[in-house]
């Protein structure tokens, strides 16, 4: 029998085939993952407040004076206006298209009500607020999960307490002893169902944080335990690597990196097979150091591969590939590729006439069978699960593999994340690189300092706009959004194209704008952080964030990244937001003062608060639903310690970890080994 929090979402009641497609499109793939996904915040409906502030939702008292509705059927519209008062100042208020409340309005005097009330000149408005009764008392108030409302979220949270099964506990018995945790769920019911104003959400939600570490610790942990040292399978011969590269590379090498090639090529004379992380700053030349490692293996006739996150990605370093890997057949292999051509990529790999294949997580598809694969990279590690890295590894028996990264891993975190691989790292920049002026802008000079930037474009600049949400978020109230500030930059930015992308805008539209702005017919990108890894725009020269303060020290660096990767002389413009924190200004200050990613990240780690919007409104760090390493180091390291710990001892397994392993195990089977 599947243990309750283990089985899909569909056995909980109201969840429907339409339901589980969106729910497992957005990885709510169990009970416990819909258990997990926490309030955004709470009402607490004995807070009423008589003093109006405009555009802040509040709980207020609402004295009736008249009402009526409105009905026009063949539109299916109806509108009940309410007259009233809060405290001594007029309101109106609107609620649409449910006319049954009409009979509790003029049934009523007062009306308790949850919303934010909109000040026009000596007019004041709310629309559709929540009518409260007077028991609710505290109110959870949860995020919608793709297109199921918030409201749909709490009813079926609130069905999974009603079909639970009191015996299911997903952390082993010895560890929610060792470190004191409250019952699972009696702190569930305390996240979900708080019985008072006072209660403290962060107080008890350091259970369900370990909890997201331990079990990703357990993937990297058997992992580890599967795979470590493998005995070296081919051999390779370099005749003159110095004559290789410059026939190749049309630059002068950094020391850096010709250290990192004399780290490959000792490991491909070594008698294990190399698996090792190629660790980088922003701009500092990774890319070329994985093609030389790729050429080497491609020269004594063995297949390579190159694994990216995105399609954006993967089309960039295929199209830089095409200069480098001159007379070597290569290929491309995405989510898009057409399936004839996908049919012939599939039978030229596993005959060996394609030598080296770029490509998503497609190629890890277990019907991409290799001929000789030997020669792995994977740029952006840490936005693939651990699995999956394994998988690309094991399609190449005894593969080299080496893992890049630019995103500022502190080293203690690195290794956590990667003591199984050895380390190159590159710290110092090519040559004629151009360090980027990154200036702290007042919100007052907004609209003349786009209106610069549109003069800019004009004159051929590009660039990067970045927003830390796309639409408005009850729990960051004063954030910009890419929704609210779409009138303002359609006003300022008249007469010059500009591209708006998003984690919501389809793959192949963000390519298609992405596209556009390489090529110049768009000037100015204005996004989320999407564009935060991975998007090489060697003659963007302009990035301004909004509400920088609210970003994580290595993300504002990452986005700070994405200009001065040319000749030309970069700028980043940091606008703070309107409520900003001393810890946010200490953020800017440090972003504004250093460059250096290295030291960035452990300035990151040691602040904790970093970014909350990283989590929340976008990708998390190492993509956790509701984790970050950065604000709970102990916690992590600690995981990371029990997780070795239950893969040595079985006996200490529950259900749930016996799972988790048998799972991992099962994907690990279905691998096509060449």
């Not at 019911?189 to 008072?196: F, G, N, Q």
């Not at 058997?222 to 004559?243: N, Q």
């Not at 090498?253 to 190399?274: C, H, P, R, W, Y």
Request: proline letters at 3%.
């Amino acid at each position: 029998m599947i243990p309750f929090l283990d089985s899909s979402p569909r056995i909980i009641k109201g969840v429907g085939d339409k339901y589980l497609e969106i729910l497992n499109r957005y990885r709510y793939n169990s009970v416990y993952d819909l258990i997990t996904h926490f309030p955004e915040h709470y009402i607490d409906t004995s807070d009423t407040d008589n003093i109006i502030e405009d555009g802040i939702e509040k709980v207020y008292l609402l004295n009736i004076k008249s009402s009526n509705l409105y009905r026009n059927y063949r539109r299916r519209l109806s509108i009940i206006n309410i007259s009233g008062t809060i405290g001594e100042v007029p309101v109106d208020m609107a609620i649409f298209n449910k006319p049954y409340m009409m009979e509790l309005i003029r049934s009523s005097d007062k009306l308790r009500v949850y919303g934010k009330v909109l000040v026009k000149g000596i007019k004041n408005k709310i629309e559709n607020p929540r009518i409260l009764k007077d028991e609710e008392g505290i109110i959870p108030v949860y995020k919608n999960i793709g297109s199921i409302s918030g409201g749909a979220v709490k009813n079926f949270i609130e069905n999974v307490f009603i079909q639970k099964e009191i015996s299911d506990d997903i952390l082993p018995v010895h560890l929610v002893k060792e470190y004191g945790f409250e019952p699972f769920w009696g702190s569930l019911e305390k996240i979900h169902s708080p019985d008072s104003a006072e209660h403290k959400f962060e107080s008890i939600r350091e259970r369900f944080i370990y909890t997201e570490f331990l079990f990703f610790q357990l993937e990297i942990a058997y992992i580890r335990e599967r795979s470590g040292k493998i005995k070296r399978g081919r051999k390779y011969l370099i005749h003159d690597p110095e004559k290789t590269i410059r026939d190749h590379v049309n630059f002068q090498l950094t020391s850096d990196q010709k250290k990192a090639v004399e780290n490959i090529m000792s490991d491909l004379s070594g008698n294990f097979t190399m698996q090792r992380i190629l660790l980088g700053d922003v701009g500092s030349g990774k890319t070329i150091i994985s093609f030389i490692f790729l050429l080497f293996a491609v020269q004594n006739g063995y297949q390579g591969a190159f694994l990216a996150p995105t399609e954006i990605l993967i089309s960039q370093h295929f199209e830089n590939a095409a200069g480098f890997f001159k007379g070597i057949n290569i290929a491309i292999l995405t989510g898009s590729t057409s399936s004839s051509e996908r049919k012939k990529i599939i039978s030229d790999l596993q005959s060996g006439k394609i030598q080296l294949i770029f490509g998503t997580h497609s190629l890890i598809n277990d019907k991409i069978i290799f001929h000789n694969l030997s020669a792995i990279v994977i740029d952006e590690q840490h936005r693939f699960g651990v699995a999956q890295r394994a998988a690309l590894f094991y399609k190449g028996e005894k593969a080299d593999l080496m893992v890049t990264t630019a995103t500022p891993i502190p080293r203690t975190l690195l290794l956590s994340l990667y003591k199984d691989l050895d380390v190159s790292e590159i710290r110092s920049m090519p040559e004629g690189r151009l360090p980027i002026e990154t200036l702290i802008l007042k919100q007052e000079i907004r609209e003349q300092f786009y209106s610069e930037i549109k003069r800019r474009a004009e004159g051929g600049e590009k660039v990067f706009i970045v927003l830390p949400l796309i639409s408005e978020s009850t729990r960051f109230k004063n954030l910009r959004s890419l929704e609210r500030e779409a009138p303002f930059f359609k006003k300022i930015f008249k007469g010059v194209t500009f591209g708006v992308i998003s984690g919501k805008v389809d793959t192949e539209e963000r390519s298609s704008v992405f596209r556009k702005f390489s090529d110049g017919d768009i000037r100015i990108l204005i996004s989320t952080t999407v564009i935060e890894v991975g998007i090489d725009i060697r003659d963007a020269t302009i990035m301004v964030i909004e509400d920088a303060d609210k970003f994580g020290l290595s993300q504002l660096h990452q986005l700070r990244g994405r200009v001065g990767r040319g000749d030309k002389k970069s700028f980043c413009y940091l606008f703070p937001s309107s409520r900003i924190t001393s810890t946010g200004s200490e953020r800017l200050r440090i972003i504004k003062e250093t460059s250096n990613g290295f030291e960035i990240a452990e300035k990151d780690l040691g602040m904790r608060g970093g970014g909350n919007i990283a989590g929340t409104e976008q990708s998390g760090y190492l993509d956790f639903r509701i984790s970050d390493i950065r604000e709970y180091p102990e916690l992590y390291f600690r995981a990371s310690r029990d997780a070795a710990a239950l893969i040595k001892n079985k006996t200490l397994h529950n259900i749930h970890i016996t799972k988790k392993l048998e799972l991992i195990e099962k994907r690990l089977k279905k691998i096509s080994f060449s």
